[in-house]
């Protein structure tokens, strides 16, 4: 499709588990952000990869959170030893580096840690 | 330090009618993009509407509005002639020249039949 693309869609786990979720961007969007929502709430800014260079990781709560992408493409974020309060949804954006153009989000992956 | 501000935390207004829901900025960039998205109940966040800080007219794209106003740093959100589809949540954003993107903490705005 010609959107973001996000899965799993849905994601149950065990506390203490770790969890992969994954992104694939508009294809030609060098830019690809990932974002945390709680029920209700806004949108929390967690990392953000622009071309090659060295990522903005400064919104990742804690050294259990990190992400990676790979060949300028498809990202993955991990969350290790999962928490109940990572429970939320997790959305991923991409937008082209050029002028100031929107931000494109994928349908997010809802994470649900029992 | 860039800021997005929206004061509104919920809105009603008349099917029909016009609502303006307020957005204010803050930063020392001289280039920025303004944005406003809408998220429904569904979760899926749609881009609605685009301002550039160069702009000289305020952007519409149908029955959405900006009335952006650059000395006030606020970028209004117009909606007119609301519909019972339009009921959701609005985050205003901004662009800045680093490629960030800073969000809202959003309005929910319900139409009212």
């Known amino acids: 499709g010609a959107g973001v693309s996000q899965s799993p869609s849905n994601k149950v786990t065990e506390k203490g588990k770790d969890v992969e979720l994954r992104c694939d961007p508009i294809?030609?969007?060098?830019?690809l952000y990932w974002y945390r929502q709680s029920l209700g709430q806004g949108l929390e800014f967690l990392i953000y990869f622009q071309g090659n260079s060295a990522p903005d990781k400064s919104g990742l709560p804690s050294d259990r959170f990190s992400a990676e992408r790979t060949g300028g493409s498809v990202s993955t974020l991990t969350i290790q030893r999962t928490q109940q309060e990572d429970s939320a949804v997790y959305l991923c954006a991409s937008s082209p580096l050029t002028g100031f153009q929107p931000q494109h989000f994928g349908d997010g992956t809802r994470l649900s840690i029992l | 330090a860039q800021k997005i501000t929206q004061t509104q935390p919920g809105m009603f207004v008349q099917e029909k009618e016009a609502v303006t829901l307020d957005c204010t900025y803050d930063t020392s960039d001289p280039s920025y993009g303004l944005f406003w998205y809408k998220q429904p109940s569904s979760g899926e966040m749609i881009f609605l509407i685009y301002q550039g800080s160069y702009d000289q007219q305020n952007a519409t794209e149908g029955r959405y509005s900006l009335n952006f106003q650059k000395a006030r740093k606020s970028a209004n959100l117009v909606i007119s002639a609301s519909q019972l589809g339009d009921s959701a949540m609005y985050f205003c954003a901004m662009r800045n020249t680093g490629n960030q993107f800073y969000f809202g903490t959003g309005t929910s705005l319900t139409v009212i039949p």
């Open positions: 294809s030609g969007h060098t830019a």
